[in-house]
């Protein structure tokens, strides 16, 4: 699925993001709400914003409806995400508006920078290696 353009992430959408990167399997509201709580059981962001949310993901395409349980009242939509965690931080920098391809450099360094990378090696590799598959895609 091809985006128009990345969307800024507010605090409680990226929470709720979160929980689906997290998931194994797509999840339902209660599963959602139910993971969305701090050490000390707080809830991250409010419950009667859940649709809220829900419906500004779907708009920016982050998720995506999975098929529902139940029926009537009991009818439960569960929500999987659409892109990968890492997949939403790349398009967070080639669509800020001041990258150029020629940046993939520097950004790969910066990342091994401030990961402090002790096999900088074994990730160049595995870089080339996932390059080679994208360009072969192209």
Same mark, same amino acid.
């Given at each position: 699925m091809k985006r128009k353009k990345a969307h800024q992430l507010t605090n409680s959408e990226l929470i709720l993001m979160e929980i689906l990167w997290q998931a194994d399997h797509p999840l339902c509201r209660p599963e959602i709400i139910s993971a969305a709580v701090n050490e000390r059981g707080e809830p991250l962001f409010a419950v009667s914003s859940f649709h809220l949310l829900v419906n500004e993901l779907l708009e920016k395409g982050y998720i995506k409806v999975t098929n529902g349980t139940g029926r009537g009242r009991k009818h439960a939509r569960s929500y999987a995400p659409t892109l990968t965690r890492n997949q939403h931080f790349a398009l967070q @920098?080639?669509? !800020?508006?001041?990258?150029?391809?020629?940046? @993939?450099?520097? @950004?790969?360094?910066?990342?091994?920078?401030?990961?402090?990378?002790?096999?900088? !090696?074994?990730?160049?590799?595995k870089?080339?290696?996932?390059?080679?598959?994208?360009?072969?895609?192209?």
């Open positions: @920098i080639v669509q !800020s508006g001041n990258f150029a391809p020629m940046d @993939i450099p520097d @950004i790969v360094c910066s990342l091994l920078q401030y990961a402090k990378v002790d096999d900088a !090696s074994m990730v160049l590799h870089i080339e290696e996932q390059a080679e598959q994208v360009t072969a895609a192209y």
